[in-house]
Nanobody
């Protein structure tokens, strides 16, 4: 069973930056196709960034140009660089495989103040 541990969240002012990390257990094959999701209170979880195996990264329109997804196979870790943060980016952030999800991690909370 793959375990996912997200970290790097916090509270920042609008316009600030954060970098989220997602450490995956087991083989590097476990992070070949991954994505970052977020969920705000009362809202459905949404996929905001994805990096498929061998394909191009893709982003939700709401974060395009501000967020960058990347991975480091040597560390078996997925990242999400978030710049120019807005209050509407406030949410709990999770990483997972978009197809055939692993068990969800605990997530990391991001709060952007205006």
């Amino acid at each position: 069973q793959v375990q996912l541990v997200e970290s790097g969240g916090g509270t920042v002012q609008a316009g600030g930056s954060l970098r989220l990390s997602c450490a995956a257990s087991g083989s590097v094959d476990n992070i070949r196709s991954m994505g970052w999701y977020r969920q705000s209170p009362g809202q459905a979880r949404e996929l905001v960034a994805a990096v498929p195996n061998g394909g191009s990264t893709n982003y939700a329109d709401s974060v395009k140009g501000r967020f960058t997804i990347s991975r480091d196979y040597a560390k078996n870790t997925l990242y999400l660089q978030m710049n120019s943060l807005k209050p509407e980016d406030t949410a709990d952030y999770y990483c997972n495989r978009p197809v055939r999800n692993y068990a969800w991690g605990q997530g990391t909370q991001v709060t952007v103040s205006s």
